[in-house]
């Protein structure tokens, strides 16, 4: 069983930089690869990006490359994702998710989500 707690949403204005957490709790953290998802009014939840289980590799959505950096620190069993140069269509709810051990993106277990919300 994993818990995942998202942390660090909030409204900023065009151009500003939010940074998110994923607090996770119970087994085997350091062993999934981890990833952030958002969903926004009305449309479906899309990939953002994601983290292998030591952190030397990451893949991002075309949307936030070079904007959006995605890290692990798993002595503290967080996830983080730094987001910069923020876009109104950023707006979202941000979900963190973790991945069935020894797997890419098999998720299983999703956090409640944390709201960002980006003013023109």
């Known amino acids: 069983q994993v818990q995942l707690v998202e942390s660090g949403g909030g409204l900023v204005r065009a151009g500003g930089s939010l940074r998110l957490s994923c607090a996770a709790s119970?087994?085997?953290?350091?062993?999934?690869?981890m990833g952030w998802f958002r969903q926004a009014p009305g449309k479906e939840r899309e990939f953002v990006t994601g983290?292998?289980?030591?952190?030397?590799?990451?893949s991002y959505a075309d949307s936030v490359k070079g904007r959006f950096t995605i890290s692990r620190d798993n002595a503290k069993n967080t996830v983080y994702l730094q987001m910069n140069s923020l876009k109104p269509e950023d707006t979202a709810v941000y979900y963190c998710?973790?991945?069935?051990?020894?797997?890419?993106?098999?998720?299983?277990?999703w956090g409640q989500g944390t709201q960002v919300t980006v003013s023109s």
């Open positions: 983290i292998n289980w030591s952190g030397s590799s990451t």
């Open positions: 998710a973790a991945s069935k051990p020894g797997t890419w993106s098999a998720y299983d277990y």
């Open positions: 119970g087994r085997a953290f350091s062993s999934r690869a």
